[in-house]
């Protein structure tokens, strides 16, 4: 089965090794990609998704940047956790594809309007792109057959305790998004946080003799340098590419289930939290007259996952030293 993707992406480690698996897989057709600020600021991030493309040797896939913050908030880097280049100071070569000088959501809105089937979007960034896009050209809606979303979480936060970074980042366009009615897919942490490689793997490709692995090995090996010393992590996760994965992957590596999700919008801690009801009972807030509905998702809760580091790395067209 063919997945033709818009991808949208602020591309640092975990967005390079997801546009690296989608414009290999044979199956997915990568349309184009829109840049969004994020993990680095957007030029950044435009710059990283062309040299990404060049090291991949892909095709000239249309690229263009979009917003360069949150729609309320000022943009908070992520740099420190992606190395201040976005990927993990690998040091790719300049590179000579340009983008096109357009604004991202025009050039969604036009590869959407011109395609002859509803295309997937797949959103491994903050969803401001995304929002803009819905909201300035709401009959798109009907070319995106579904939405599949890097962010999130059911249980821990990365940028809070209980907020994920990509949601973190703009709550207002993750709210838009998940209230759009269009069908989603959501990938989040709870999965994120498990699909990763062992030191020795990484360390056979920092050393292999092809290009792709030994930056592919690179990406994996960066680590943050945070304001306290932590201890060496014991994965390097190949996270938004994980997302990627649950595209083209057998039913049997992904376990989901269909959960009511909304996204905390107030002031405070809980702020960008992603709250999933995974009750089995009516609760009181029903029975009082209290709840509100909320949209349903299918949530990716977890992954065989040596089976899904072996999708990933047999499409690049790897091997790590255990396999």
């Known amino acids: 089965m063919k997945h033709s993707i818009l991808m949208d992406v602020d591309t640092g480690i975990d967005d390079a090794l997801a546009i690296m698996f989608a414009v290999k897989h044979p199956d997915i057709v990568v349309k184009a990609i829109s840049c969004v600020s994020g993990n680095v600021d957007l030029d950044t991030v435009v710059d990283n998704t062309l040299k990404i493309l060049d090291l991949m040797d892909a095709p000239q896939i249309p690229v263009a940047g979009g917003a360069v913050r949150p729609l309320i908030e000022n943009a908070r880097s992520a740099a420190f956790i992606h190395g201040e280049d976005g990927l993990g100071n690998v040091n790719l070569p300049a590179t000579s594809r340009t983008p096109l000088p357009v604004h991202a959501v025009e050039m969604m809105r036009h590869v959407l309007s011109e395609s002859s089937e509803p295309l997937t979007l797949v959103a491994l960034a903050p969803l401001t792109n995304v929002a803009l896009l819905l909201r300035t050209y709401p009959e798109c809606a009907q070319k995106i057959e579904k939405i599949l979303f890097m962010g999130g979480s059911a249980s821990i936060g990365n940028a809070t305790a209980v907020a994920e970074f990509n949601i973190w980042h703009d709550p207002e366009a993750a709210h838009i998004v998940i209230n759009s009615g269009i069908p989603l897919t959501m990938y989040g942490l709870d999965v994120f946080n498990t699909v990763g490689m062992n030191t020795q793997q990484v360390s056979s490709l920092v050393t292999a003799e092809d290009r792709v692995s030994r930056v592919l090995g690179g990406l994996l090996a960066f680590r943050a340098e945070g304001p306290e010393s932590e201890p060496e992590l014991a994965l390097s996760l190949i996270g938004d590419a994980g997302a990627v994965c649950s595209l083209v992957a057998d039913s049997g590596l ?11 919008l107030a002031a405070g801690a ?5 709250m999933v009801d995974r009750r089995n009972h009516v609760g009181e807030d029903t029975i009082h007259g209290t709840a509100d509905v909320w949209p349903d998702i299918d949530i990716v809760f977890s992954a065989d996952v040596p089976q899904v580091l072996d999708l990933f790395l047999s499409t690049l067209g790897v091997r790590t030293e255990s396999d």
């Open 254 to 264: 992904m376990y989901r289930e269909t959960c009511p999700v909304q996204v905390q």
């Open 270 to 274: 809980s702020r960008g939290q992603t």
